[in-house]
């Protein structure tokens, strides 16, 4: 993989793929789930935030970054695992029968919320777990017969959690953390929705959905987190999934999902703008998804052997506007 800069442009609309970018904590790391050449099996890595530095983990898939940075908690053939950030001290973390996938750090810590499937042949009944950081006490939040909830995530202040569930039709929920209650459906019900991700200031939840009669594709949307209006984050032709909000707020880095000429699914991270709507790609090979974020400098770490990185340069195929 090698590190993409952002292309630019003149006179882009809202939505285009291409852009100048806002530029994203110089600190920053994203892991993400590479899938291997070959293998019927994918991998954790990490990289900056412009998609250099591509570091291999551990192998695995759905990585979520615990608070401090340290370690990463991972899925792995139904179980779940947890690992240093620098691929060592590898350690399982819970593996109940059925499959265990989807795992989400508490920001606080203390919990790791994930998705649970007891009969992996019944696909129609997957529940929100909850487990202590350490793998104990896991319990379920949703307790909902024949629901498939799925991508649980949290609010900033540990509290909530929102995920998505399909039963007749998919939409965004949010409950306490602390019990499952108080369960409520914050998007409005015309569309498709899924992969909800936490604003940092706990305000609002990004999420895929297409909407529309004429829609063939994923875009970005974004709604109160005790619901009200959805808004539009992103339309720009493209199918977009795996959102995950930056820690300051800016970006949204998300998997750009496409069809190669065989009728296979390629996949990249991209970055999105939220404040234009313009979006770039941080990866090209047509094999990484999932991304989640860490920046120390969130928590008043001061980063070292850390090196600027490099925006507004020209990449011109990153150009593909919708």
Same mark, same amino acid.
């Given at each position: 993989?090698?590190?993409?800069? #952002?292309?630019?442009?003149?006179?882009?609309?809202?939505?285009?793929?291409?852009?100048?970018?806002?530029?994203?904590?110089?600190?920053?790391?994203?892991?993400?789930?590479?899938?291997?050449?070959?293998?019927?099996?994918?991998?954790?890595?990490?990289?900056?935030?412009?998609?250099? *530095?591509?570091?291999?983990?551990?192998?695995?898939?759905?990585? /979520?970054?615990?608070? *401090?940075?340290?370690?990463?908690?991972?899925?792995?053939?139904?179980?779940?695992?947890?690992?240093?950030?620098?691929?060592? *001290?590898?350690?399982?973390?819970?593996?109940?029968?059925? /499959?265990?996938?989807?795992?989400?750090?508490?920001?606080?810590?203390?919990?790791?919320?994930?998705?649970? #499937?007891?009969?992996?042949?019944?696909?129609?009944?997957?529940?929100? $777990?909850?487990?202590?950081?350490?793998?104990?006490?896991?319990?379920?939040? /949703?307790?909902?017969?024949?629901?498939?909830?799925?991508?649980?995530?949290?609010?900033?202040?540990?509290?909530?959690?929102?995920?998505? /569930?399909?039963?007749?039709?998919?939409?965004?929920?949010?409950?306490?953390?602390?019990?499952?209650?108080?369960?409520?459906?914050?998007?409005?019900?015309?569309?498709?929705?899924?992969?909800?991700?936490?604003?940092?200031?706990?305000?609002?939840?990004?999420?895929?959905?297409?909407?529309?009669?004429?829609?063939?594709?994923?875009?970005?949307?974004?709604?109160?987190?005790?619901?009200?209006?959805?808004?539009?984050?992103?339309?720009?032709?493209?199918?977009?999934?795996?959102?995950?909000?930056?820690?300051?707020?800016?970006?949204?880095?998300?998997? $750009?999902?496409?069809?190669?000429?065989?009728?296979?699914?390629? #996949? *990249?991270? $991209?970055?999105?703008?939220?404040?234009?709507?313009?979006?770039?790609?941080?990866?090209?090979?047509?094999?990484? $998804?999932?991304?989640?974020?860490?920046?120390?400098?969130?928590?008043?770490?001061?980063?070292?052997?850390?090196?600027? #990185?490099?925006?507004?340069?020209?990449?011109?195929?990153?150009?593909?506007?919708?």
């Amino acid at each position: 993989m090698r590190r993409i800069v #952002l292309a630019v442009c003149v006179g882009l609309v809202f939505g285009t793929v291409g852009g100048v970018l806002a530029q994203p904590p110089l600190a920053a790391r994203i892991a993400f789930t590479y899938s291997r050449p070959g293998l019927n099996d994918s991998e954790i890595r990490t990289m900056n935030a412009d998609g250099s *530095d591509s570091q291999y983990v551990t192998q695995g898939t759905h990585p /979520t970054w615990s608070p *401090d940075g340290e370690k990463i908690a991972f899925a792995h053939k139904g179980a779940l695992y947890t690992v240093n950030a620098d691929g060592s *001290d590898r350690r399982e973390l819970l593996d109940l029968p059925g /499959t265990e996938t989807s795992p989400a750090w508490s920001p606080d810590g203390s919990r790791i919320a994930f998705e649970y #499937l007891p009969n992996p042949a019944a696909s129609q009944d997957c529940d929100i $777990y909850l487990a202590d950081a350490d793998g104990r006490n896991p319990r379920n939040l /949703t307790r909902r017969a024949s629901d498939i909830n799925l991508r649980p995530v949290w609010s900033p202040d540990s509290k909530r959690i929102a995920f998505s /569930t399909i039963h007749e039709r998919s939409e965004i929920w949010v409950i306490d953390a602390a019990d499952g209650g108080n369960r409520r459906a914050v998007t409005d019900g015309l569309g498709f929705a899924r992969d909800p991700s936490w604003s940092p200031d706990g305000a609002r939840i990004a999420f895929a959905s297409y909407r529309g009669l004429n829609k063939t594709w994923y875009d970005l949307f974004a709604v109160g987190a005790n619901g009200g209006e959805v808004v539009p984050l992103a339309d720009s032709g493209i199918d977009k999934s795996d959102t995950a909000w930056s820690p300051d707020g800016r970006h949204i880095a998300f998997s $750009y999902r496409r069809t190669n000429p065989a009728g296979r699914w390629e #996949l *990249d991270i $991209y970055l999105l703008d939220v404040a234009t709507g313009n979006a770039v790609p941080i990866t090209d090979d047509a094999r990484s $998804y999932l991304p989640a974020w860490f920046d120390p400098t969130s928590l008043g770490v001061s980063p070292t052997n850390k090196k600027t #990185l490099t925006w507004g340069g020209l990449k011109s195929h990153a150009i593909l506007s919708g």
